[in-house]
């Protein structure tokens, strides 16, 4: 939903609702943020990694994950082609937007006060994220 532009994994409105919790929903497809501090994601450091909410595709490693003291899970990486970016000027503002390459769900925003390597801050909804501990992905 970052534009017009087709994604390799579609469904219609009413698909999504049937998939997606209502917050899924609100966050993935409208474009909604979560309350900070309401995903348990955001506390998660256990190897392993995290996929969209949306349609499984793999969006971080848990190497990249770090503390930002913001409220939401923050990293400072994606995984290579893993997410999409467009200019967000809703609230008076300008943001970078990012989304799933795979499906277009919004996931959160990147900011440019990360750390090191990369100095970014991919801040993301952890509704939008699910997470599988590297255990279970042997």
């Avoid at 534009?3 to 698909?15: A, G, L, T």
């Avoid at 000027?89 to 937007?97: A, C, D, K, L, Q």
């Avoid at 990360?114 to 699910?130: E, I, S, V």
Wanted: with cysteine; proline share 6%; glycine share 10%.
């Amino acid at each position: 939903m970052a534009s017009d532009k087709e994604f390799d994994v579609s469904m219609s409105e009413e698909e999504w609702r049937r998939k997606l919790t209502p917050e899924q929903y609100q966050v993935l497809r409208k474009h909604g943020t979560e309350r900070a501090g309401s995903s348990p994601l955001d506390h998660q450091y256990e190897p392993g990694k995290y996929y969209c909410a949306g349609c499984g595709a793999q969006l971080f490693e848990s190497d990249a994950k770090f503390n930002s003291g913001s409220g939401w899970p923050s990293f400072y990486q994606p995984m290579d082609g893993a997410v999409e970016t467009s200019t967000d000027r809703s609230f008076f503002m300008v943001r970078t937007e990012v989304h799933c390459q795979k499906c277009g769900g919004h996931l959160g925003h990147v900011f440019d006060d990360g750390p090191k390597p990369t100095g970014l801050r991919y801040c993301m909804n952890g509704c939008a994220l699910d997470f599988k501990p590297a255990e279970e992905e042997k």
